[in-house]
């Protein structure tokens, strides 16, 4: 059974860093991409950013282009996101979720992927106040 689990939530003051965390476990994973979507209250889960599993290939929403920055480690299967200048609208549920089969272009897990990655944590709650 695959088990992904985020780590490093919390409360920030606006202007503020986080760096979240996601280990990947279970069995051994062959080819794959990560990500991180997030869901603020009331509101659709939405994608963050994605990274192949070889940490080459990135892409991200254009809400936190320039702000954010996704990492993978593969031979951890664990992967980062540092989040800084974080605003007010950045609070929300973040989740890690892995596509396995290689990597599909950003295009899709921006459009896709919050309804067809493979795998899902529960989540971390991230707050950030004004």
């Known amino acids: 059974q695959v088990q992904l689990v985020e780590s490093g939530g919390g409360l920030v003051q606006a202007g503020g860093s986080l760096r979240l965390s996601c280990a990947a476990s279970?069995?051994?994973?062959?080819?794959?991409?990560m990500g991180w979507f997030r869901q603020a209250p009331g509101k659709e889960r939405e994608f963050v950013a994605a990274?192949?599993?070889?940490?080459?290939?990135?892409y991200y929403a254009d809400s936190v282009k320039g702000r954010f920055t996704i990492s993978g480690d593969s031979a951890k299967n664990t992967v980062y996101l540092q989040m800084n200048s974080l605003k007010p609208e950045d609070t929300a549920v973040y989740y890690c979720?892995?596509?396995?089969?290689?990597?599909?272009?950003?295009?899709?897990?921006?459009?896709?992927?919050?309804?067809?990655?493979?795998?899902w944590g529960k989540g971390t709650l991230v707050t950030v106040s004004s």
């Open positions: 979720a892995m596509k396995e089969g290689g990597w599909y272009g950003g295009t899709w897990y921006q459009e896709q992927g919050r309804y067809d990655m493979d795998h």
């Open positions: 990274v192949s599993r070889s940490g080459i290939i990135t």
């Open positions: 279970g069995r051994t994973f062959s080819n794959y991409a």
